[in-house]
Each structure stands twice: as C-alpha cells, then as structure tokens.
C-alpha cells in the first residue's frame, strides 16, 4: 500500500515538474516573440518615419527647383530690377564713414528679399523715375521699384505687383510761404510754379487738381526740393513719406496739406505678361509683410535716411557726382 501511495506521489511530482518546464518555455517563448514583434514594429516605424522625412525634403527640393525652373528672368539665375535713387526711404545712397555711397531703402531691402525668396541673384540698375518705366517697357528688366503706385494708366507696360507699403500724396512749400501756398485754390494759377516728378504719380495729381498752375516736371525728386529751397518753385507735389524724409534734413520745408488720391500704395511693377514671375513676388511680398520683414526695412531705410545721404545718379566711376 505505501509503495503505490509512493509511486502516485513520485508521478504527480514528475507531472509537477513536467508542467512547471513546459510552463517557462512558454513564458520564454511568449517574452521572446513579443520582443521580436516589438522589434519589428519600431524598426518599421523607424524606416516609414525615415521615408516620410525623405519624402518631405524631397519635395521641398522639387518645390525649390520647380520655382527655379518657372520663373523665367530677363537673365537666367538672376533678377534683373531697375531703380531711382533719389527717393529716400525708398531707394537712395546712405553715405558710409568712409565716405562710400550704398544703395540703401526699404524698396532695395524688399528687392533683396525678394531675389532670395526665389532663389536669384540680385542685379540692381538705377536710371531715373522715367527710364524705369522705360526700362519695364522694353521688357529690358524683370521688375521696376522706385515707389511705384499701381496706377491703370501704366497697365498697358507693366503688371503690379500687390500693395506692399501704404503711404499718401502731400503739398509741399517753405515754411515762409506755408501760409501763401497751402490750398489747391492758392496755387491753381498761372503766377504759381508747380513742381512733379517726370512720370510720376504726383505729375497727374497736379495736373487734375492745378490744371492752371505753371506746373514743371522734373527728373528727380532731390531737382523738386533744390528748386523749391531755391525759390524757383512754389510748391510741389511729392509723396508724403518722402517728403517727410526729406524734411529731415531740410527743416526749411514744410507739408502744408494732404493730397486725396484713391490708389495710396506701392507696388512692385512686373515686366508685362510674366504672370509666373508675378505670382512668385506676389508670394514673396505676402511672406514679407507676415514674418515682419517689411515693417523692418520700412524702420531701417528711415533710420538710414535721416543720416548722410545721396540721392540721385552716381557718376561713370561709380562716385557720388559733385
């Protein structure tokens, strides 16, 4: 009797043990397989999160390039803009210490920006305000930017851009006369010399509001306000902003009214017909008012302006003209 009781204990000990193997291997081989599993997800994981970051970069690259390819430029890798400089804080000469003139204002800082937002080299030739328009004309240039006001007469030359700084139109005298010259109905008269910038925006608006006036068109801005500190003018019509600038560095002239005008913005003017390359600045300008760049170049060129300046054609060596 107790070798049967011993023999059923020694077999349920051996089925015990039996049973408590086969269990760890289980265990093992559970552990094993989830790991590997594990393993396997995160390795797949790791490569479709790889292929998604290679897809990304690629298609931004193919983005970059089909931009390149698109845009087609007057001369290829480059962007080609025609400038006036005598338009500070738009474009002028901000005088270094050394004495050395830099292509300077807000209109240049967006040019840049724009040129690198497309992935271009920067190609800048100034002429004056009418040779800018020429320059469009002809199709000679990419863009035109010299304070430009998207004005339907132009539309046969050029396409404009979106609005990228809003300003206003002024009347400006000495401060001698500031009381003389301060109305349209005080200078709409053929003993009144008007001033205007050739080409301008300002030249319309004198001829719509003083057609009686002795009005005198002029190349540059900086020919307006000599003549104007000289007594050879009356009044003129200039860009407020500008004249601000000016009025800076010449106290003696005084912004005797605002001037109404219904198309108080800039534009960048787009050689006519290049609606890809006008889309791409459009994005440019778009990008450049959002991050803050322009409010930023807008404060720069002002800053620079209200120091020494040229404003006006450098001569053939590239110096300041005396």
Do not use: H
């Not at 803009?81 to 000469?93: K, Q």
């Not at 004249?243 to 912004?255: F, M």
């Amino acid at each position: 009797m107790k070798k049967k009781l011993l023999a059923a204990a020694l077999a349920a000990c051996m089925a015990f043990s039996l049973a408590a193997c086969g269990s760890g291997e289980a265990e093992t081989t559970a552990a094993e397989t989830a790991a590997e599993t594990t393993a396997a997800e995160t390795a797949a994981e790791a490569e479709e999160s790889s292929e998604t970051e290679t897809e990304a970069a690629e298609t931004e690259a193919e983005s970059e390039a089909a931009t390149a390819v698109e845009v087609e430029t007057v001369t290829e890798g480059k962007l080609t803009v025609a400038t006036s400089p005598d338009f500070a804080p738009y474009e002028f000469y901000a005088i270094g210490e050394d004495g050395t003139p830099q292509l300077a204002g807000f209109d240049m800082a967006l040019a840049q920006y724009v040129a690198d937002y497309l992935g271009l080299e920067l190609e800048v030739i100034t002429v004056d305000f009418d040779g800018v328009l020429s320059e469009l004309q002809t199709k000679s240039v990419d863009l035109g930017m010299a304070g430009l006001s998207p004005d339907p007469k132009r539309d046969a030359i050029m396409d404009f851009s979106d609005i990228y700084y809003t300003g206003g139109q002024s009347l400006v005298t000495v401060k001698t006369n500031a009381e003389t010259y301060n109305s349209f109905e005080a200078i709409n008269n053929p003993d009144v010399t008007v001033g205007a910038q050739t080409g301008s925006i300002q030249l319309d608006l004198a001829n719509t509001n003083t057609p009686d006036a002795d009005i005198i068109s002029l190349p540059k801005v900086t020919d307006i306000i000599s003549e104007l500190l000289a007594g050879k003018l009356d009044a003129a019509y200039i860009e407020t902003v500008v004249a601000q600038s000016y009025q800076k560095n010449y106290p003696d002239l005084e912004i005797v009214m605002d001037v109404p005008y219904d198309q108080q913005g800039s534009s960048i003017g787009v050689s006519k017909g290049n609606e890809a390359l006008l889309a791409a600045v459009n994005e440019a300008i778009a990008a450049a008012l959002e991050d803050g760049s322009m409010d930023q170049f807008v404060a720069e060129a002002n800053e620079l302006a209200s120091g020494q300046t040229y404003e006006g054609l450098l001569d053939a060596e590239g110096n300041v003209q005396q």
